[in-house]
């Protein structure tokens, strides 16, 4: 980045960790991650074209390698979510694939160095740009909320706008409890979309602080860079667990919520 040598460890870490951000008004509160939005959305068509190329020469019967590859991780999330998904929605195992290829491919980008992105934006005047968007509490948020919504459909589809109000005013401790109902039910749909969102972005932001501070930490000069190199690719393999995991678990976790929904207390 320009002037990195003048900046001090910190300082090389806060500037990686800063969101590229449009200030809806000036002075204002609403702010946007233009970075994170970008990102966001090329990830999701970069999985949307991944799969067209897939189905573009999609055979019944000898398939393609590529065909093999998607068809076998799409049956690995139908079953799941079949197998934790009790309900007759259809929309379950859609939900499922999207999540979990979305954060999976948006996770992925933590594995390129922020140099690498952040340097040739740079060379265009693009001062900031932080890279992995599952490390913006916002974006995991974002599609937390988004769960929250739908764990709200499925209820009302399910049990109907009297049936959900009533097992909301009276479950678990009967009607004579219903303000300690009450309280407990809010807590517990609030605290769903909050858990979701926090673990991602947690396990994504950490990891991202580790590998700038190993960068960082390696030193400057061959030496330093072989040092920081080594001791990157550790890590790297290390999360090349870490990330997949991530991603399934938002997923496992939202069809199980989903689920819950729809069940009766």
Do not use: C
Not at 192 to 199: D, E, G, T, V
């Amino acid at each position: 980045m320009a002037g990195e040598a003048e900046l001090t460890p910190t300082s090389y870490i806060q500037h990686h960790l800063h969101n590229l951000t449009f200030q809806v008004q000036e002075g204002g509160f609403w702010a946007i991650h233009v970075d994170t939005i970008v990102t966001s959305v090329l990830m999701g068509l970069l999985v949307v074209f991944g799969f067209w190329l897939a189905t573009r020469k999609a055979t019944a019967g000898v398939p393609g390698k590529w065909q093999a590859f998607v068809e076998i991780l799409l049956e690995f999330v139908d079953k799941q979510a079949r197998d934790t998904y009790h309900g007759t929605s259809k929309l379950v195992t859609p939900i499922a694939i999207t999540l979990f290829f979305w954060i999976l491919m948006m996770n992925l980008l933590k594995m390129i160095p922020a140099d690498f992105i952040a340097l040739p934006l740079e060379l265009i005047g693009v001062p900031y740009w932080k890279p992995v968007p599952t490390a913006d509490v916002n974006a995991t948020l974002g599609m937390s909320i988004s769960v929250f919504f739908l764990m709200f459909f499925f209820a009302l589809r399910s049990k109907g706008l009297g049936g959900f109000a009533k097992e909301f005013l009276t479950a678990p401790f009967g009607k004579w409890m219903l303000p300690f109902n009450l309280i407990l039910n809010i807590v517990e749909w609030l605290s769903k979309p909050i858990s979701l969102a926090m673990r991602l972005f947690g396990n994504m932001f950490g990891g991202e602080i580790v590998f700038l501070l190993i960068w960082v930490l390696g030193g400057a000069g061959i030496v330093g860079a072989l040092a920081g190199g080594a001791f990157g690719l550790g890590w790297m393999l290390f999360h090349l667990l870490v990330i997949p995991l991530q991603a399934f678990i938002f997923m496992m976790l939202s069809i199980v919520y989903l689920s819950l929904s729809e069940d009766s207390h």
